[in-house]
T-cell receptor, first 110, second 112 residues
């Protein structure tokens, strides 16, 4: 069974701070996706990383896929209250199924 | 992109009853997916619904407990049968379009 360990589970920081969320597995994934979910809504895709070692930037968010395609990280620079939400990583298995990590609840206080 | 709506958005139900959740997509899709998101936990795939055939259930989920209908290419329903408090969760439907998964807003179910 493929599992994704996401850490930390909860993160409460002040506006302007930097943070990193990690997503680790012992399995290889075809690709890995990061989602953001706000209360009362479904997850919304932020990015898909496909190639080992790939780095993608989305404004203040930087996503990295590990060289072995088993892990990924999300780094947010100068966090803002609008970044508050649940961040989920999801690995795409060789059969095309999405396997989600446990999620990271981020709270950014003004 | 895909616009997905779900009904109801939330409900509070009594133990032993059943609830049917509807999912409507703004355009035709081959596969629709149903997920469960338990409190404080991540998303778990319940089943994949294809139009014109029986749904494919993941390990730990059975058709008697979660019957699914897929009458056409834009609509699906998930029924949570004989509910218990352990079924309290957010239920989400989703579709895959061009390698991107789009999710509905979810149905928040509380079972008393």
């Amino acid at each position: 069974t493929q599992l994704l360990e996401q850490s930390p589970q909860f993160l409460s920081i002040q506006e302007g701070e930097n943070l990193t969320v990690y997503c680790n597995s012992s399995s290889v994934f075809s690709s890995l996706q990061w989602y953001r979910q706000e209360p009362g809504e479904g997850p919304v895709l932020l990015v898909t990383v496909v190639t080992g070692g790939e780095v993608k930037k989305l404004k203040r968010l930087t996503f990295q896929f590990g060289d072995a395609r088993k892990d990924s990280s999300l780094h947010i620079t100068a966090a803002q209250p609008g970044d508050t939400g649940l961040y989920l990583c999801a690995g795409v298995s060789p059969k095309g199924k999405l396997i989600f990590g446990q999620g990271t609840e981020l709270s950014v206080k003004p | 992109s895909a616009v997905i709506s779900q009904k109801p958005s939330r409900d509070i139900c009594q133990r032993g009853t059943s609830l049917t959740i509807q999912c409507q997509v703004d355009s035709q899709v081959t596969m629709m997916f149903w997920y469960r998101q338990q409190p404080g936990q991540s998303l778990t795939l319940i089943a994949t619904a294809n139009q014109g055939s029986e749904a494919t259930y993941e390990s730990g989920f059975v058709i008697d407990k979660f019957p699914i209908s897929r009458p056409n290419l834009t609509f699906s329903t998930l029924t949570v049968s004989n509910m218990s408090p352990e079924d309290s969760s957010i239920y989400l439907c989703s579709v895959d379009r061009k390698y991107t998964q789009y999710f509905g807003p979810g149905t928040r179910l509380t079972v008393l």
